[in-house]
């Protein structure tokens, strides 16, 4: 009868093959003598220690590289600010100043205001306040507006006794016929020197645009010549030019552009 063999597992997990010594269960390598190693998934219950093979251990990768991980604590606190706001544009700041300009002078527009301007019109320009009056306001008031700014940045002076060369000059500009004609009456009709006579035409024109505007329920902010005023005059002064416009309007002479 052929002898048993060791049946110890080797290292390469088959069992020993050698023979046991006489009398013994185990071959002649010493290790082999000793209880039987734990198998895979068994928890070793002695304090013998003999290798076997561990399980796999999972190794979770590391994130992939980013720049904000190697940022500069104290710069990384500062790119986190909110940004700064932008500066308003052009035309907001217009728009700002034309609507405190109209909260400034909307108490100076009143009924009476309305009804003592329309007479210093009629006195100087009777005939063609009727004709404007009575047509399309709005195109007028921007038609008033083109010549009133027109006037003002005249560098050429216009004699005293041409009032058709000056209307030959606003129409050049595209006014309407009934803009055109109301200020040639009142170039016609202020009687002051050459200059006066220009700066109080152009106030006398814009205010005209104003009371159109009024009459016509339309809001300041969208009317031209009160527009033009704001943004070239500061509140203040629109408020004097507004309340002059009630008296004789030879007085309107005195209220200058800011660069003559």
């Not at 544009?89 to 400034?104: I, M, P, Y």
């Amino acid at each position: 009868m052929a002898r048993s063999r060791c049946g110890y597992p080797t290292e390469d997990g088959t069992p020993c093959k050698n023979k046991p010594r006489p009398g013994q269960t185990r071959c002649w390598i010493p290790s082999h003598r000793g209880p039987l190693p734990p198998t895979r998934g068994q928890r070793r219950t002695t304090g013998t220690s003999t290798k076997f093979s561990m399980p796999p251990v999972s190794v979770v990768p590391p994130p992939p590289y980013s720049q904000t991980s190697r940022v500069n604590p104290a710069r990384s606190a500062h790119t986190r600010q909110p940004p700064k706001p932008s500066p308003q544009s052009a035309r907001e700041r217009k728009r700002e100043r034309v609507e405190k300009a109209v909260e400034f002078c909307a108490d100076s527009i009143s009924s009476s205001w309305q009804e003592t301007v329309a007479d210093q019109i009629t006195e100087y320009a009777q005939t063609t306040w009727v004709r404007l009056s009575r047509s399309r306001r709005r195109r007028n008031c921007k038609a008033l507006a083109r010549i009133a700014c027109s006037v003002l940045a005249a560098k050429t002076q216009i004699h005293k006794a041409v009032g058709k060369l000056f209307g030959w000059a606003i129409g050049r500009l595209g006014a309407g016929g009934a803009a055109r004609a109301f200020a040639e009456e009142l170039v016609s009709n202020i009687p002051l020197p050459t200059d006066a006579k220009m700066i109080a035409v152009a106030r006398g024109v814009q205010v005209a645009g104003i009371l159109l505007c009024v009459m016509e329920g339309r809001e300041l902010a969208k009317c031209e010549c009160f527009v033009d005023l704001a943004l070239t005059e500061t509140k203040e002064r629109v408020k004097q030019i507004l309340v002059g416009a009630m008296s004789d309007w030879t007085n309107l002479a005195r209220f200058k552009p800011n660069d003559q």
